[in-house]
């Protein structure tokens, strides 16, 4: 993702000096100045963007280089919670420089690209001092003042990701036992998933506004009831239930609370701890 960051830069015209913990990574990124020391890297500019696999790492890497950060803009686009995000800021500030904290929702191939957006959080005014640089890897979006804000926007866009690369793998995984490939079923689920999404918007409004009685299109009740069918299949087919049983255990306990003539939405109700 690094270099995916620096190429774009560099494509769209801005000088860019980096700093790699690991010597010779990525010899073909040619475009960019490198540096021997990550202090040397932050000397280069008034923005740091700071991309490693967590907080911790990116910590590590400024250790010893905290006196340069002073008078800088600080952006930290590493995978982490609100609660870091909030402490990198305090930490950032307490050496002089501005913060900003930030989620990439791209793969690599995508970062510059029309599809790629990135998202970010702290001083607005520091947002849109360095909003046409932040062009240059994607749409970027502020999301508010609040530093852990974006980092808790990444995490619930990628928990949405995760939830339909689960159901993707227990779709294909109950039909490769009798050899149908997944690319051939996906010339059918792919369509269906693209017919569903409306529903998400349904369900969203429904938990806006707290109304799981009006314009119910299925009940859980009645989801629940069919459920076994879920299980007994996977048992058959030869596969583990796993990636469906965790909303089988909301389903059975939002139907004994009350909410078996609502829709999927009131699952939200139950899983409050």
């Known amino acids: ?10 494509a769209a ?26 202090a040397e890297a932050i000397e280069a500019s008034p923005l740091v963007v700071v991309c490693l696999l967590h ?5 590590e890497a400024l250790r010893g280089a905290e006196d340069r950060l002073a008078g800088t803009t600080l952006v930290n686009l590493c995978n982490g919670t609100p609660a870091q995000a909030r402490a990198m ?17 791209a793969v690599p191939p995508m970062i ?24 240059a890897l994607g749409t970027p979006l502020h999301l508010g003042a609040d530093p852990g ?13 995760y939830g339909m690369f689960a159901g993707f793998l227990h779709a294909v ?12 079923l996906m010339t059918l689920l792919e369509p269906m998933l693209r017919a569903m999404l409306p529903s998400l918007t349904h369900a969203a409004e429904q938990i806006d506004s707290g109304d799981y009685d009006s314009n119910v299109t299925s009940p859980l009740a009645m989801q629940l009831a069919a459920f076994g069918n879920f299980f007994d299949t996977a048992r058959d087919q ?36």
């Open 149 to 161: 804000v974006a980092a808790l926007h990444d995490i619930a866009l990628l928990s949405g990701m």
């Open 238 to 273: 030869g596969i583990r239930p796993d990636l469906l049983t965790g909303i089988h255990t909301l389903m059975s306990e939002a139907v004994a609370s009350g909410h078996g003539n609502h829709d999927i939405g009131a699952l939200i109700e139950v899983i409050n701890v």
């Open 112 to 135: 510059g690209g029309p599809d790629a957006m990135t998202l970010y959080s702290g001083d607005p005014e520091v947002f849109a001092a360095h909003r046409d640089t932040f062009g």
């Open 55 to 59: 907080y911790d790492v990116a910590y």
């Open 89 to 105: 800021a305090t930490w950032a500030a307490g050496h002089g420089a501005r913060y900003l904290d930030g989620g990439i929702m």
């Open 13 to 38: 015209g801005h000088p860019t000096t980096a700093w790699n913990r690991t010597p010779g990574r990525a010899p073909d990124l040619t475009t960019v100045t490198r540096t021997e020391t990550v």
């Open 173 to 184: 995984g109950l039909v490769r036992p009798d050899g149908i490939k997944a690319t051939e």
């Open 1 to 10: 993702m690094g270099s995916a960051l620096a190429r774009a830069f560099t």
